[in-house]
């Protein structure tokens, strides 16, 4: 029987960092794991995407803290959920997927959270589909499942609100979602339930139904998410989203292009730095006594360590000084051979994959994004000499390709 730790100050930062709400309360969960009682606590994931992420990598990382304390832990994918697609916060149902897609995209899921959790030690973490028990799930079973919540409980959630006001359509199936999320908590008999503050409605659901069928209390811990201080989230739709499988100098590029604002949080939610040096940073940030760079620079290390490693992290570290900081071209540049020697610049950033768009490419443009050999591009009408040793594209700060004209034989 594996041995539960408990330390009171590592109890009070598990319950504490980046943590935004507990029910039905800290105190009893404390109490709880003060007593040294070895809960069962876990999160899903849906495979949307065929990479986690770095707000997955947050309650990832909660998940661990707990394994380290002695507590059985699942990482739970959403193979049978993901098909359904989780409407929260959507203005517009999800595209329906595959279990072929799911479970394509959630290939590489465990070898990602493996850089949090501990998947073969003797507290080793347990992974599960919740395809194992919905798929079973009878058209009775469901009656009966869903006879436990109201159409008014369903229709007040705020994305419904918004599109009946916009006389979009809300499918039946997404009333479903919170139900089949709920289950999960019933089929594993768990005691803790982890997840984004925007998934409480679905985990409460879940402890309905833990109360109703199990007869037993079931904890939902919301995290903090990832957004600077105006409230503006990290992520997809932003465009600033860090999937867990970016190489080493992406990622850490990617990091240093999040605005100020996502420092002290970042640090907070993604990092392993104490929770005292945490609070520091704040305090610093807060009275404009540091640079912001050198912190989000430190940041980006942090997290690029975490997910690859301390010699992958500085040598990312060290590419971004070179290149954005000195202002220096990288030493190993993908060349794009070209058998003419001239092409309008829109045509030849599509042809490069620096733009995926004629209309991306001006946009870029306008805001001078783009560089030829150096020099800012001004006009979408300019034609570029494409040279023999080569002509240096560059989009932003991070991305560089060589055109190089290969004469026609």
Request: net charge positive.
């Amino acid at each position: 029987m594996t041995k539960v730790n408990t330390n009171q100050e590592k109890i009070k930062e598990i319950l504490e960092r980046g943590v935004e709400k507990i029910y039905p309360s800290k105190k009893d969960l404390e109490k709880k794991l003060l007593k040294g009682e070895r809960i069962r606590l876990y999160c899903g994931y849906d495979p949307s995407a065929s990479s986690l992420h770095i707000g997955n990598a947050i309650s990832i990382n909660k998940l661990a803290q707990f394994q380290k304390l002695g507590h059985e832990v699942i990482f739970l994918i959403g193979d049978f959920t993901g098909m359904i697609g989780d409407p929260t916060d959507k203005s517009s149902a999800r595209q329906k997927m595959t279990r072929e897609q799911v479970l394509a995209n959630s290939k590489n899921y465990k070898k990602e959270a493996s850089a949090y959790l501990d998947f073969n030690g003797k507290n080793s973490a347990r992974v599960e589909y919740n395809s194992k028990w919905s798929d079973k799930m009878t058209f009775k079973g469901l009656i009966e499942l869903s006879s436990n919540f109201t159409v008014q409980q369903m229709i007040v959630r705020d994305m419904f609100k918004e599109r009946m006001k916009e006389e979009k359509p809300i499918y039946l199936h997404e009333f479903l979602y919170p139900l089949a999320q709920g289950y999960d908590a019933v089929a594993m008999d768990v005691d803790l339930e982890i997840g984004g503050n925007d998934q409480m409605f679905n985990m409460m659901c879940g402890r309905d139904l833990q109360r109703i069928i199990n007869k037993k209390e079931k904890f939902v811990m919301t995290l903090k998410l990832l957004a600077d201080d105006k409230g503006k989230k990290m992520g997809k739709t932003e465009g600033n989203a860090v999937f867990l499988n970016e190489t080493p100098k992406n990622m850490y590029g990617i990091i240093m292009s999040w605005p100020d604002g996502v420092i002290g949080i970042g640090f907070e939610l993604c990092a392993k730095v104490p929770m005292l040096e945490v609070k520091k940073i704040f305090k610093q940030l807060a009275e404009g006594k540091v640079n912001p760079r050198d912190l989000k620079m430190k940041l980006a290390y942090e997290i690029t360590k975490i997910n690859h490693g301390e010699a992958k992290a500085k040598k990312a570290e060290e590419k971004f000084i070179s290149i954005v900081q000195k202002k220096e071209a990288p030493e190993e540049i993908e060349n794009r051979k070209l058998k003419v020697e001239s092409k309008n610049i829109i045509e030849l950033l599509i042809e490069c994959n620096l733009a995926a768009s004629k209309s991306e490419a001006r946009r870029l443009i306008a805001q001078k994004g783009i560089k030829v050999d150096g020099k800012a591009v001004k006009d979408i009408n300019m034609e570029v000499k494409i040279k023999k040793e080569g002509t240096l594209l560059q989009r932003g700060k991070r991305q560089f390709i060589k055109a190089v004209f290969i004469p026609k034989k």
